[in-house]
């Protein structure tokens, strides 16, 4: 994956930040889904779809500290449907290529934070996430 641009298809999924080793795997799961991402110069656009009715629409931008480059994107709920009015921030790191890694598939992992209240769900509940490049 090149750095400057990461534009494509990936597979989405995150997990609430639970301290119990215990708690079952699938009682985890905070989202899932596909996101599809352009990105031109750095600005990021692009939609996550969560299935049955449930997408969001994606703004951001990628930036570089040390040798590291990162994301930061919102993603914003579509007026009229099931999203109208969800807000979630991402920030990722877009994970470096180790030199001996075998058949490494490109990944981006970070946090995701619920930004607004909507129905039952409050704001401020955070997430890890990590989302592979499927093409």
Known sequence: MNKKNISGIYLYRSLINNKVLQTEFNELEFGRGIMTISDADGTIKGTFNMGEGYEMTLKGTIFSED???FLRMTGNGIPGTATDKWVYDYV??????????????PTITGSVIRSVDHGSSKAGVTATFYMVLTT
């Open 92 to 105: 990722g790191l877009i994970d470096p290529i180790w030199p001996n890694a075998v058949a490494q598939t």
């Open 67 to 69: 040798k590291n480059s």
